[in-house]
């Protein structure tokens, strides 16, 4: 069994920061891409940010030059870094990752429950 738990969600007032984490438990054998997406309500779900296994990052244009993904791969963890909040970044954010939970076993794509951040104007 594996689980995403979000953390680090919350209220922040235009042009402040929020770091979101999301750290994966359970029978792991390896993770490859980790992801961020949000839900904004009347939206539907879309892509924030990814990192791969070994470093390289992708971005959404509406967030670029503001959010920053990282990993640590030791604590199977994943974080967002949001700079610069407006209130159209007001969302769900859901972590993502593709992971093999034995040498055998195929890959498979797990969600967390999400995390609300909320940007007031």
């Known amino acids: 069994q594996v689980q995403l738990v979000e953390s680090g969600g919350g209220l922040v007032q235009y042009g402040g920061s929020l770091r979101l984490s999301c750290a994966a438990s359970g029978s792991i054998f390896r993770i490859n891409a980790m992801n961020w997406y949000r839900q904004a309500p009347g939206k539907q779900r879309e892509s924030v940010a990814s990192i791969t296994n070994i470093g390289s990052t992708n971005y959404a244009d509406t967030v670029k030059g503001r959010f920053t993904i990282s990993r640590d791969n030791a604590k199977n963890t994943v974080y967002l870094q949001m700079n610069s909040l407006k209130p159209e970044d007001t969302a769900v954010y859901y972590c993502?990752?593709?992971?093999?939970?034995?040498?055998?076993?195929?890959?498979?794509?797990?969600w967390g429950q999400g995390t609300q951040v909320t940007v007031s104007s």
């Open positions: 993502n990752a593709d992971i093999r939970t034995g040498i055998l076993n195929p890959w498979s794509n797990y």
